[in-house]
């Protein structure tokens, strides 16, 4: 059984940075497409930042240029690092993974309802 693991959240001031790791624990494969979600009081979940598993990444508008997604070379442990934060990237922050490939991995990001396997989340929270 896949259980997805995050760490790393907390509470920093505007400009400041965090960095966040989802382990993987159980067998997931090579072929996996994985990616962070947030989602805030009040809003829809959404997403981040999606990597597939022939490197393609894609980020949402709004993080683009300040979070940078990665992972270790055994995809067990998934990372978003997070500059310049602002107090709009306040959340709770959810590393997910499906098995879906290229493009289908990539247009993810917007169909959280597509992802298989989710973790409980990290808090993120920016003070200004």
């Known amino acids: 059984q896949v259980q997805l693991v995050e760490s790393g959240g907390g509470s920093v001031q505007a400009g400041g940075s965090l960095r966040l790791s989802c382990g993987v624990y159980g067998y997931i494969g090579s072929t996996v497409c994985m990616g962070w979600f947030r989602q805030s009081p009040g809003k829809e979940r959404e997403g981040v930042a999606i990597i597939a598993s022939d490197g393609r990444i894609s980020y949402a508008d709004s993080v683009k240029g300040r979070f940078t997604i990665s992972q270790d070379n055994t995809k067990t442990t998934l990372y978003l690092q997070m500059n310049s934060l602002e107090p709009e990237d306040t959340a709770m922050y959810y590393c997910?993974?499906?098995?879906?490939?290229?493009?289908?991995?990539?247009?993810?990001?917007?169909?959280?309802?597509?992802?298989?396997?989710w973790g409980k989340g990290t808090l993120v929270t920016i003070s200004s």
């Open positions: 997910a993974a499906n098995y879906r490939s290229g493009r289908g991995c990539l247009q993810s990001i917007d169909a959280d309802s597509t992802m298989a396997y």
